[in-house]
């Protein structure tokens, strides 16, 4: 099989296998599993954003009869400098153990300190409401640029960045990359342009908050109900955590209601664990709204210097750009993917890229769909099309000319296989709606995006049925329509019914490990092991098929799911009816550590009206194109792409976490953090561009990513190509464009 091959399964539209249970409710989510004689946790949180921890004292709970355990930062071992999981949810344990409950020192409002478990939540919550905890507060640095100051409050006074050895800093991390010679290009510039353009922190939006039940037994084995995008990362963070050997903690995931990268990691999955080692019960835990939004790790903040340099023939010669961002309390990843992913999208030889990370009072950060690159992307496009504007050239025009295609080499030296960002800037140059004329008051803008795609470790195992079924068992969480493309794929190989493969996601002690679902990682990667277990068991069923024919096997062939040979031919469903006596069961696995990601490509195009009376931003027409590599599943495919959009502008007007000089969350819910609802956007019209990738056998690149990241400098062109007033500062809330156009005005 190969990427350019003709498919008579994978491209259709079946009916989603989670669909019926989701929409009658008979899918159980996070919170859905009791288990017999369970009790509840409630966490105790500082009240501070900054503080060191002189005592806790737990008595007067313990004291209260229903009180059955009660845990501290004391209870989870001393961390140490090892590094857990891979791709956006890889962590230092020093940073994730204090993140999960403080072990000392607080960094951010609403820090676990403590936790309780009682026979009722109500009872859980009387009870830590009398842990009594003595703390020494200290100053609160919020935000970036106070923390870089001489005079901040040092947050890690042990942490020495590389390059940085001399004194502890609230520098994080600093990464810069550098290709040719910049300066010297920039004075062969015609026009030059620099600017600084920043994003607000904002939350992934899952609807689903945290949940989990964990059963410790009297063998010290763990059993773990949780919502998660990564059962088998739960599993290796919680052992780390609590002490417990990883091979005795087995993870259940959850169907999941929602994640977007902010469900690659743990919060209360060790502590319920602690919890029921202590009592002896199962142990309960929900996080609600509120702490949700106050303690889990949101998008980091960021702000992005770009200067551009270019001929007056619209050649790019130069780039330089500095991204600095919000890492919050701990370290994350932040400041390596803008510093590699801000000019991806374009030819320079001549190009500078940073990426510094910044600790401040806040929770530590984590993904969200395409992590760190919307927010330095915001500023790169933003910058091309104000370039654009300077040379008199359409903005698309202006991309194209400078569009990286097969060959060319990224910021890390590494040369593009076949992509096809050329491609969308094509379609989205003769779209109906960028042709057509813009409507009285409205603006139009115009962004092109990138995501790198991941790979990593995937597992997959195929049990065949006597009754010629099959049944597929991954460990990756579903949270984009993995079941269905899984499907799709083995049906592709098999020749046989889509309708007769059931996928599953397996606990952690039922199928080979899989890091988690994210990066756009899970299509290609564990439906590359789904299509290896697949082609073993078509080789073990011609294998099968020769021996009762007493020919060779290899002169035996499969298609429309069935073994030939010459007249002779034997169904799936007859190979697998007879499986008993021709061999025993057909059960195939594959593990794999996938190698065959590739970048994809996206361009959108956005109309927006400004009120300039109030300064409500209207979304008037808004289309996304993408190279999607091979659509597994067109459907899945559209709704990614309308997702992200949507999420990329609620970024882009209104979303932002919102804190006060005390480092307290001011709209810890969404009534008061503002998501889009569908009455605030027109239909997302979507446009599946087909680049396959030649390095899959069905030319998978992952889709999930890339949608989330040209929404901002679009809309962001689009509210200034309407109001007349340039904002380079997210979100374009009403507030801050009435108080431009009054400025204007007034000037």
């Given at each position: 099989m ?5 498919f ?7 009916v ?7 929409v ?7 919170a ?5 004689g369970?009790?509840?946790g ?6 501070h954003?900054h503080?060191i921890?002189?005592?806790?004292d737990?008595?007067?709970a313990?004291a ?7 845990m ?9 400098d ?7 949810g890889?962590i230092?344990?020093?940073?994730l153990?204090?993140m999960?409950?403080?072990q ?14 009682a026979t ?7 009870a830590?409401a009398?842990v009594a905890?003595?703390y020494?507060v ?6 970036m ?26 520098l ?5 990359l ?5 300066d ?9 342009i ?9 939350h ?14 009297a063998a010290g084995q763990?059993?773990?109900?949780c919502?998660?995008q990564?059962?088998?990362v739960?599993a ?8 417990i ?5 087995k ?9 977007f990268?902010?469900?690659?990691t743990v ?16 142990v309960?835990?929900?996080m ?9 790790g949101p ?5 992005t ?10 050649q790019l ?8 961002m ?5 370290s ?12 991806a ?7 500078r ?10 929770p530590k ?6 992590p760190?690159?919307?927010q ?5 496009e933003?910058?091309m099309?104000e ?7 359409d ?10 295609e097969?060959?060319d080499?990224?910021m890390m ?5 076949r ?13 109906a709606?960028y042709?057509a ?6 603006g ?6 990138y995501?790198i795609?991941?790979?990593l470790?995937s ?7 006597s ?5 597929i ?23 046989i019914?889509?309708e007769?493969?059931h ?5 952690t002690?039922?199928?080979?490990h899989?890091?988690v ?9 564990t ?6 277990a ?10 099968r098929a020769?021996?009762?024919w007493?020919?060779?096997a290899?002169v035996?062939t499969?298609?429309?799911g ?8 034997l169904?799936?469903?007859a190979?697998a ?5 021709m061999g025993?069961?057909l059960?195939f696995s594959?593990?794999?550590?996938a190698?065959?990601a ?7 195009i ?10 409500r ?27 992200g ?8 007007l ?10 307290v ?5 969404f009534?008061d953090?503002r998501i889009p609802?569908?009455s605030d ?8 561009v ?8 069905f030319?998978?690149k992952?889709v ?7 929404p ?11 109001a007349?007033?340039r904002l ?7 507030p801050k464009i009435?108080?431009?156009l009054?400025e204007?005005?007034?000037?």
């Amino acid at each position: 099989m190969n990427a350019y091959q003709e498919f008579s399964i994978i491209g259709s539209r079946p009916v989603r296998p989670d669909g019926l249970d989701k929409v009658t409710g008979r899918a159980r989510y996070g919170a859905d599993l009791n288990m017999q004689g369970q009790i509840y946790g409630h966490i105790v949180r500082s009240p501070h954003a900054h503080a060191i921890i002189e005592s806790i004292d737990t008595s007067q709970a313990l004291a209260m009869e229903g009180v059955l355990a009660v845990m501290t930062g004391a209870d989870l071992p001393e961390p140490g400098d090892s590094v857990l999981g891979g791709g956006e949810g890889a962590i230092a344990l020093k940073d994730l153990s204090p993140m999960v409950m403080s072990q000392g020192k607080v960094l951010f409002h609403a820090q676990a300190v403590a936790a309780v478990a009682a026979t009722s939540p109500e009872l859980a919550a009387q009870a830590a409401a009398l842990v009594a905890v003595s703390y020494q507060v200290l100053p609160v640095v919020t935000n970036m640029g106070d923390a870089l100051s001489a005079d901040a409050p040092i947050l890690h006074e042990d942490r020495f960045p590389d390059g940085f050895p001399e004194e502890p800093t609230n520098l994080a991390a600093h990464i810069s990359l550098e290709v040719g010679e910049p300066d010297a290009a920039f004075e062969r510039a015609d026009v030059v342009i620099e600017q600084t353009y920043s994003v607000p922190m904002c939350h992934q939006g899952y609807i689903e908050p945290h949940a989990c039940v964990a059963r410790v037994d009297a063998a010290g084995q763990v059993d773990l109900w949780c919502s998660t995008q990564g059962h088998f990362v739960v599993a290796q963070f919680t052992a780390a955590l609590t002490g417990i050997d990883v091979g005795k903690v087995k993870v259940t995931a959850s169907e999941i209601g929602g994640g977007f990268g902010g469900k690659t990691t743990v919060y209360l999955e060790p502590l319920a664990v602690v919890l029921a080692q202590k009592s002896g019960r199962p142990v309960k835990m929900i996080m609600d709204r509120g702490d949700v939004f106050r303690v889990t790790g949101p998008a980091p903040g960021a702000q992005t210097r770009v200067k551009l340099g270019a001929t007056q023939d619209g050649q790019l010669v130069a780039a330089d750009v500095e991204c600095v961002m919000d890492s919050g309390a701990y370290s994350g990843n932040p400041a390596s993917f803008p510093a590699f992913m801000a000019t991806a999208c374009y030819k320079l030889t001549d190009a500078r890229s940073t990426g510094r990370a910044v600790y401040t009072n806040k929770p530590k950060i984590h993904a969200y769909r395409a992590p760190s690159v919307p927010q330095v992307t915001l500023g790169f496009e933003l910058a091309m099309t104000e370039l654009a504007a300077e040379l008199g050239m359409d903005p698309l025009a202006f991309r194209l000319k400078n569009a990286v295609e097969e060959g060319d080499v990224n910021m890390m030296g590494a040369p593009y296989n076949r992509i096809g960002l050329r491609e969308c800037l094509e379609v989205a140059s003769a779209h109906a709606h960028y042709k057509a004329p813009v409507a009285d008051g409205e603006g139009r803008g115009v962004a092109a995006g990138y995501w790198i795609n991941a790979g990593l470790q995937s597992s997959a195992t195929l049990n065949v049925l006597s009754d010629g079924h099959l049944s597929i068992l991954t460990g990756s969480p579903d949270i984009g329509g993995s079941r269905a493309s899984m499907a799709l794929m083995a049906a592709e190989v098999l020749g046989i019914p889509f309708e007769h493969i059931h996928p599953q996601i397996a606990a952690t002690d039922a199928v080979g490990h899989c890091d988690v679902t994210g990066g756009s990682r899970t299509t290609l990667a564990t439906g590359q092991a789904v299509i290896q277990a697949a082609e073993q068991c078509v080789a073990e069923m011609c294998r099968r098929a020769a021996a009762e024919w007493e020919v060779e096997a290899g002169v035996v062939t499969w298609s429309q799911g069935a073994a030939h040979y010459g007249e002779q031919s034997l169904t799936f469903e007859a190979l697998a009816r007879r499986a008993g006596t021709m061999g025993g069961p057909l059960t195939f696995s594959s593990s794999l550590t996938a190698s065959s990601a590739a970048p994809s490509f996206g361009v959108h195009i956005c109309d927006a009206k400004v009120d300039k009376e109030t300064g409500r931003t209207t979304i008037t027409r808004y289309t996304t194109i993408q190279d999607a590599g091979k659509a597994i599943h067109p459907a899945y495919v559209e709704g990614q792409m309308q997702g992200g959009a949507a999420q990329g502008i609620g970024w882009a007007l209104n979303e932002e976490y919102l804190y006060d000089e005390n480092g307290v969350l001011q709209n810890p819910g969404f009534l008061d953090y503002r998501i889009p609802v569908a009455s605030d956007l027109p239909f997302i019209d979507t446009v599946i561009v087909e680049v396959p990738n030649p390095l899959h056998p069905f030319g998978v690149k992952g889709v999930g990513e890339v949608p989330i990241v040209p929404p901002m400098p679009a809309v962001a062109e689009a509210v200034y190509q309407s109001a007349g007033v340039r904002l380079r500062e997210m979100p374009l809330n009403p507030p801050k464009i009435v108080a431009a156009l009054q400025e204007q005005y007034q000037g």
